[in-house]
């Protein structure tokens, strides 16, 4: 059962002009929210996140949107600029029993931004 | 500053022959460790997760195994590999609570 999901495998965008990622999610109990950026054969490094009590975060060019009655959340990029180009996961988080953090991940989307 | 190592980077190994993947982290005391698989047109699965030395939680029964023998080592085994075991396998660390989990470089392996 996939509980965070991102429907779109991939996505191409010119550059200078605004990139959204999508991600949907089913589990209402998710209190947190967050983009991951990920180059191949690299980890992926943190963007930016949301708290479950907010409905929008910015920072820079990034700013990430929650509809919580709609369980969607979106990563708007503006603008976008050729070293966007990667793969951005969608995670949404979860307390585990012993107070820590579990993240669980959708299943990526692929920028391309077209110079 | 905090730092995160995998080793090795790449690993190519036969069906059948044992895994030891490490994970360590420099620059904080008790973090909270985990292990995700990002096998080829999937997400990242959580594997194992560990908030202090001896304590693993499992996320999904698999073939692999996961120990933390120290407090800032985290160790992803198995005895006898599978084809199905290839993938990108990331090391993670939170210093606790709810935060944001920071990736190390991974490991690549590749089961023939």
């Known amino acids: 059962d996939q509980q965070v999901k991102q429907n779109s495998p991939s996505l191409s965008v010119q550059e200078g002009r605004i990139s959204i990622l999508n991600c949907d999610y089913t589990?209402?109990?998710?209190?947190?929210f967050l983009w991951y950026k990920k180059y191949p054969a690299e980890g992926p490094t943190f963007l930016i996140s949301?708290?479950?009590?907010?409905d929008k975060n910015e920072d820079g060019r990034f700013t990430v949107f929650l509809n919580k009655s709609a369980k969607h959340l979106s990563l708007h990029i503006v603008p976008s600029q050729p070293g966007d180009s990667a793969v951005y996961f969608c995670a949404a988080s979860l307390i585990s029993n012993f107070g820590n953090e579990k993240l669980t991940f959708g299943t990526g989307t692929r920028l391309t931004i077209i110079p | 500053s905090q730092t995160i190592h995998q080793w090795p980077a790449t690993l190519v190994q036969p069906v059948g022959s044992p895994l030891s993947l490490e994970c360590t982290v420099e620059g904080t005391s008790n973090p909270n460790l985990y292990w995700y698989r990002q096998a080829a047109g999937r997400g990242l699965q959580l594997l194992f997760y560990s908030v202090g030395i001896g304590q693993i939680s499992s996320e999904v029964p698999q073939n692999l195994s996961a120990s933390r023998p120290q407090d800032r080592q985290f160790i992803l085994s198995s005895k006898k590999l599978l084809l199905s075991d290839s993938g990108f396998y990331l090391c993670a660390w939170t210093s606790g609570g709810v935060e944001t989990q920071y990736f190390g470089p991974g490991t690549r392996l590749l089961v023939l």
């Open positions: 949301i708290s479950s009590i907010k």
């Open positions: 589990n209402s109990m998710f209190d947190y």
